[in-house]
């Protein structure tokens, strides 16, 4: 053995034996490489201070021209690679977290992403979707230049095109709409990513044209946070916070996750208590003190049960409530007989509450007794410290659920904890908008598509209704764009937005301006790349904390090549293709709608410096900076430099370091009476004058217990939950994060999955009011009896297996329609596919889940416009042998038969208008017209 | 006195593993490789090519993750582990020498000491792996080059077995069974999971040390300390078993392997006693 052992060794190359190394060795004597441009000393890191300590070193700012590390890729070699570390912004979900961008000095390729450490918002730290932009930037399936559809719609027949041409062709149909009329032109944003800058464009082609997906995410939260204060979201302080409220997860995907996610943790650790409501134990659920898992419907019995202790034991701030609350307006309207003291409210709030004890709320919500009480106590214990944010859950999930929010922010307002250190405060008082560069005035057209007058609370415009108006006929539109925005995947009733979409008589121009296939851009006439966080220049700032910042997105490789001395005119010279940016193609646009100034329009977009001329980015941002920003230019000026400059140096800058009870220097609230308004004279103004419209109450859930037979074989869809690593439709393009999470199964709790006799892996048809899915299922405790749960953002689909959205991310599907009647079936699921990307052969999954929302039935809430996400599932029952894994059916004659039910439950402006108005001025509105067009 | 043809096989069979061990599998390497049939057969291929990033990242997992390559790591009580005696550098060292007709025998009577737990241990992590078969290649060249320099092979000389008076808490028996040179093996991250998920006690994420800990808490706080003990001692017998194994395959190592296989058995036997000491009636 041992002498064919050596034979066979002596087939072996001889090894190669370097000469004894002179100079540096390293440890096994072997000659260290030399690099004349790598420092070999150590660098001073940028310290960030987390009081948990991790992750805190980063770059020093002043090394961000030249950085220096070790190519991974040539590893085990030491090759140097000189990087330029450009700040900019995530745009991956709402939080606007900064990130680094490492640009390759020579090939201005762009490496990584990491955090920006200066950033106040995010203070270095990203969640997963952060990095995974350089998937998006290197995605293999991008769209890399203006396409036009030369076939029919949706045939998938498209031309490449100039950016002129696409300019010249849209600016023309857009200025014969304009020179008609001012409603048809119509902007629909799924993902803003941006701060009004879109709107002023809109205002200034002088149209009622700005839609957004509002009422399908916070539409029922912001209603109730509007009317108490005029304000429409909270900004809770977490960090200073004794207790901490959450009726949404939070931790793992509420609004702003990242920011608010390591200030929650930070008031964790320094003893806050965390409460969550949520029928679902999710990642934030796990991580509480105490985990409310309530029947969807009920969480305002467990609000008012808390309130009503802190009201019966006279643990609430008196003091607070008596200066700034709306008391003697509320005696006025409930109780007309009583004397006008503060004592006499405080015995009408014990009797008006005082029906909502612990054991109520123990019914309503099947948790146990001692577990709300437990809550309440927290809450009664921590003074005016009591930090609560509700988002999408059950605010967006139930009818009425903007009471949710109101009664939520009860508790803020009977503990004092009202924009208090450790409280929770209006966002507008945290987050920073500047003024704009030169501000066009109100348009004097109200858009009837967008704000119909049955919905004159809503918050906003009626977005996912849509299709269901123009099948009613109410109008057509013009030049519909849509924005990072997939109305057809994204919507309930998606069938109905393939209706619309295909339809030229109801949208006769439709451009899809999108970083990324989607399938409603496959049936758009107009398909405009646009870049993702690191190719576009767009300001943002969010109300993360008890602080107000502004940040600056960039796009990194212009940066880098500007700072190499290579001009760019227009940012697509910069970006992969003719990859563009919203800001600059909206000016080019607005330029190209109106070239003579005939409209008007053109002015808005001339130069200031240059007249004439149209303004550049550059000179846009300058001014804003220069002139709306307090604080900038001095800052930069202390560093020699301009206020520019100094932004795209630092890409943030820090407008207040702490932002407490704002509203005592400004003498009150954003409310007709100035206060905080507990009994709302509005809505009793309005039509909705019943005590449980008026005041924080309950409401009845259109899936409350008693609307759910399950001995019938009803069951409870619980839809809107996404998993911590999806970005709605843009995860389907950054192959990280799809990795991590691309399937959507059902989940049930194991009694009734013994009750239909199905176990995990198992197909289940799931029918809805409007049709019918079939998913596999999941067993789990993790959901209460009851309710079955299903995570949105998957199920995306391809009708080609050669075109749209990626084949390692999507189902190819035959979708078959006969009349009303659509069905949808899933060909084969994802596959690894060949392309420059090695990684896409690597595609091991199959099953990206089912697309569920074609089969929600539209719920608009008939007070805030929200689409009620939760869904009566009229059976689940285990799938039939004819039954394929993804099936999709439904019916639109049923949609519509839905849709109608619940506009029967609104109440009319023209019927209830006190003053002849469609809505009541002071509530927002994304573009304010003028008075004028509030006329009915 | 060795010969010129086998100091010259041998300085191309550490000349290959040295640098292997180090830093994984290059393009340059596949030559020598497939002089081994069954080296050659277990690289991973994709469409017929090696995939160099599927072997390296296992290479990453053995050497990264779960076996220590440094001779402290084994013949250290204190586990003070240099990286210059990691097993890469001294076989490329020992290659120069036998290139230049020199036997390198300090070098390879230093490793003789510590070979069998470093290739039992890789042999456990990468099962029917390419790097499982590279140990047996490393095993195999350094017993040729004992039989070639025909010297004799001595005992490892260990420390003391531990032993846990009433004063000691968890933290000595920790020590003791996270440092080879007293209880006989290198346990593993692996090792840990699998005892842990045998018995559904967690062991978290993080260093042998802490898993460990963790285990060994978590098996007090789920009154399962004497079968989480057991099945620790099970692991140190089965370890036993494949040095047995190692030392009839390389019989001119066995009296190398014959210490370390002594105390792994010991050590099981003291986990025994102890699991009965702690056992809830």
Redesign the interface.
Known sequence: MTDSLIDKLLRMKKPRIAAPATGQTNVGGQALPTYGKASTQPTKLTVVQHPDGRMSSYPPVERWDDWVEWDAKAWPRRVPRHYTLVPTVCFNCESACGLLGYVDKTSFEVRKFEGNPVHPGSRGRNCAKGPATHNQIYDPERILYPLKRVGKRGEGKFKRISWEEALTEIGEKMRESRKKRRDGIMYHVGRPGEDHYTNRCIQAWGVDGHNSHTNICSAGARTGYALWGGFDRPSPDYAHARAILLISSHLETGHYFNPHAQRIIEGKEKGAKLITLDPRLSNTASKSDVWLPTWPGSETYVLLAIARHLIANDLYDKAFVKQWVNWEDTLAALAPDEEKTFEAFDRLLKKLYDEFTFERAAEESQVPIERIREAAEIIGEAGNRVAAHTWRSASIGNLGGWQVSRCLFFLNVLTGSVGTKGGTAGNSWNKFVPAPYKKPPPGDTWSELLLPVEWPFAHFEMSFLLPHFLEEGRGDIDVYFTRVYNPMWINPDGFMWLKSLRNEEQIKCHVAMTPTWNESAWFADYVLPMGHASERHDLMSQETHAGQWIAFRQPVRRVAMERAGQPVEFTYEANPGEVWEEAEFWIQLSAHMDPDGELGVRQWFESEKNPGEIVTVDEYFEHIFEKSVPGLPEAAKAEGLEPLAYMKKYGCFEVKAENYTPYVEAGGFGTPSKKLEFYSPTMASWGWSEQAYTVPWVLDSHVSRKHIDVGKGEMLLLPNFRLPTLIHTRSANAKWLYEISHKNPVWMHPEDGRRLGVDTGDLVRVETEIGYFVDRVWITEGIKPGIIAMSHHLGRWRLEDSAGVNPGTSNLVALKEDGTKHELNILKGATAYKTFDPDTERVWWEDVGVHQNLTHAVHPDPVSGAHCWLQKAMSVTKAKSTDNYGDVFVDTERSMAVYREWLAMTRSAKDHSPDGTRRPMWLKRPLKPTKKAYEL | MIDE??L?????????LGPVL??GVRPDDV??LE??DLLASTLPRTNGDIDYDEINAEHHRVFGLEVFAQRGAYLDVELVA???D?I??VL??M??HC??GDDPADLHATLVEWIAPFCVSVRRAAPSSFFGELANLLA??V??HS??ADRPVRRTALAEAFTLGDDDGLGALVNALLTPMVCGALLTRRDLAEVGSKQSVPTGFGSRRQTLKNLLDGAADFDKSDTVLRTLAERFGAIADDYDRWAQAHPALAESAASWTARARDTAQRLEDLASRVAVP
Request: no cysteine.
């Open positions: 043809r086998t010259d096989g041998l300085s191309r069979g550490y000349g290959l180090t830093r030559e020598s002089a081994i240099s990286d210059a990691a890469g550098n490329s060292r290659a120069a290139t230049v195999a060249t017993e040729a039989l070639a």
